[in-house]
Nanobody, 125 residues
Framework: QREPEESGGGAVQAGGSLNLSCKPSVSLSHGSYCVGWVRQVPGKEREGVASIDHEGNINYAVAVEGRFAVSKDNAKNTLYLQMNNLKPEDTAIYYC??????????????????WGRGTEVTVSS
């Protein structure tokens, strides 16, 4: 499995937007999978942000619902996270994640098997 490649992080002011993208370590065109985004502030626990499965079922963390949108382009094998109306509390390292085991329901808080190196998002007030 190749390591996911994330991009799109950066520094923005509160109310701004960013669009993260990632090529996950699983094929989005074949088989069953769950892919998503997890964030972590150094020194704090990881927090599931969003997930999407092979059927297009989507789930969000309560903290981001209505502001973030997860999507995927199977042909490009790319996962996206459009983040709007960003808040300082969204500041974190965002990781692209994937899983094909199917041992847990596909949700942002699941224990993903594959992780990228992360991309940093900083939101200033």
């Amino acid at each position: 499995q190749r390591e996911p490649e994330e991009s799109g992080g950066g520094a923005v002011q509160a109310g701004g937007s960013l669009n993260l993208s990632c090529k996950p370590s699983v094929s989005l065109s074949h088989g069953s999978y769950c892919v998503g985004w997890v964030r972590q502030v150094p020194g704090k626990e990881r927090e599931g942000v969003a997930s999407i499965d092979h059927e297009g079922n989507i789930n969000y963390a309560v903290a981001v619902e209505g502001r973030f949108a997860v999507s995927k382009d199977n042909a490009k094998n790319t996962l996206y996270l459009q983040m709007n109306n960003l808040k300082p509390e969204d500041t974190a390292i965002y990781y692209c994640t994937a899983d094909i085991n199917g041992w847990e329901p596909c949700r942002p808080e699941m224990r993903f098997a594959y992780w990228g190196r992360g991309t940093e998002v900083t939101v200033s007030s």
